[in-house]
């Protein structure tokens, strides 16, 4: 049998690379939520860093076209997305994501979570100087906050941190991303708000 050309075998893995993206496409497009990149590699029966490769790869793709969709990487895992600019259309369909509205003291609460997790109610009640159940309620019925757990410390109080659901809703891939707050900047901020 004659070997393969260094061309032909250039084709040859670019079909294979072809072929690895559709199925991550498909899989991606039935899941409709985030797919951890180890359920990912465990599909296209590659290693973890060979499929990240891959996945970034695809998300430039994504990126440089004029598509609907996009790639993005949540938590630990990657979702096909519709892009912003196109959802009044998708709100026609009527089944589109709703935005979570929430008030300022869910603002606050969320902040404090997300900048501190995992955090106990109580850490969070002693930063804000109110009682917070409800509003961390609120925060879990939206899947914005979730219970990671038990602090092991007289009484076992929960902790909570943030949820994939909340890297959607705000736009990050992470909660590496939230933007660097300084404490000398939340002053400036607070000076800035009008008073009545």
């Not at 690379?17 to 899941?31: Q, S």
């Not at 019925?141 to 902790?159: A, F, M, T, Y």
């Amino acid at each position: 049998m004659k070997a393969l050309s260094p061309e032909d075998e250039r084709k040859l893995y670019m079909y294979d690379l072809r072929e690895i993206e559709n199925i991550l496409e498909a899989v991606l497009f039935a899941a409709g939520d985030s797919v951890s990149i180890e359920k990912l590699s465990e599909i296209i029966n590659q290693d973890k860093k060979t499929t990240i490769s891959i996945i970034s790869n695809m998300e430039m793709k994504y990126k440089n076209s004029s598509r609907g969709i996009m790639l993005r990487r949540i938590g630990t895992g990657y979702q096909l997305c519709t892009k912003p600019e196109y959802d009044k259309y998708i709100i026609q369909l009527g089944y589109a994501r709703k935005k979570q509205g929430l008030s300022q003291a869910a603002y606050e609460t969320l902040a404090i979570i997300a900048y501190h997790q995992p955090v106990t109610r109580a850490y969070v009640e002693h930063i804000r100087g109110v009682n917070s159940d409800n509003v961390i309620l609120n925060l879990v019925e939206k899947n914005l906050v979730c219970e990671l757990g038990r602090q092991d410390s007289p009484g076992k109080p929960k902790l909570y941190g943030t949820t994939e659901e909340f890297l959607r809703v705000f736009g990050f891939n992470s909660v590496k991303d939230l933007p660097h707050i300084d404490v000398n900047d939340i002053q400036t901020v607070m000076d800035e708000i009008p008073v009545d």
